[in-house]
Nanobody, 124 residues
Framework: QVQLVESGGGLVQAGGSLRLSCAAS????????MGWFRQAPGKERDFVAS????????YYADSVKGRFTISRDNAKNTVYLQMNSLKPEDTARYYC?????????????????WGQGTQVTVSS
C-alpha cells in the first residue's frame, strides 16, 4: 500500500505562487507515475499534471501549461507541483495520485492511490 499526503496549500492572491508537496510512504513510488488533479466545489475532479517515473516526461492540462511545473525527488519519495501566476479559477482542492507503471497517466482510473488533498484558494 502507498499512502500519499499533500501539503503546501493555502490562500494566495492572484498572480502569486504556491508549491505543493506530496510525500509518499508505505513503499517507494520511484517506479510509479505520479499525477496531480484538482476539484472545485460542485465540479468534477480534473487532471492537472503527470510525471513519469524518471521525471523525464511531463504533461499538463492546457489550463495550467506554462504556469505549473510538476517534479519529483525519488530519493525523498516526494512529488511537487510548483504553481505560478495563480488565477482565481485555480481555486480547488488539489490531489496527488500514484499509478502503477512508469509512464505518464492522464485519467482518474489510471491511478491506484490518492491523497486526501490540500486546499488552494486564490483571491482576486
Amino acid at each position: 500500500q502507498v499512502q500519499l499526503v499533500e501539503s503546501g496549500g493555502g490562500l494566495v492572491q492572484a498572480g502569486g505562487s504556491l508549491r505543493l508537496s506530496c510525500a509518499a510512504s508505505g513503499r517507494t513510488v520511484s517506479s510509479y507515475a505520479m499525477g496531480w488533479f484538482r476539484q472545485a466545489p460542485g465540479k468534477e475532479r480534473d487532471f492537472v499534471a503527470s510525471i513519469s517515473w524518471s521525471g523525464r516526461d511531463t504533461y499538463y492540462a492546457d489550463s495550467v501549461k506554462g504556469r505549473f511545473t510538476i517534479s519529483r525527488d525519488n530519493a525523498k519519495n516526494t512529488v511537487y507541483l510548483q504553481m505560478n501566476s495563480l488565477k482565481p479559477e485555480d481555486t480547488a482542492r488539489y490531489y496527488c495520485a500514484a499509478g502503477w507503471g512508469g509512464a505518464m497517466k492522464f485519467t482518474i482510473s489510471d491511478y491506484a492511490y490518492w491523497g486526501q488533498g490540500t486546499q488552494v484558494t486564490v483571491s482576486s
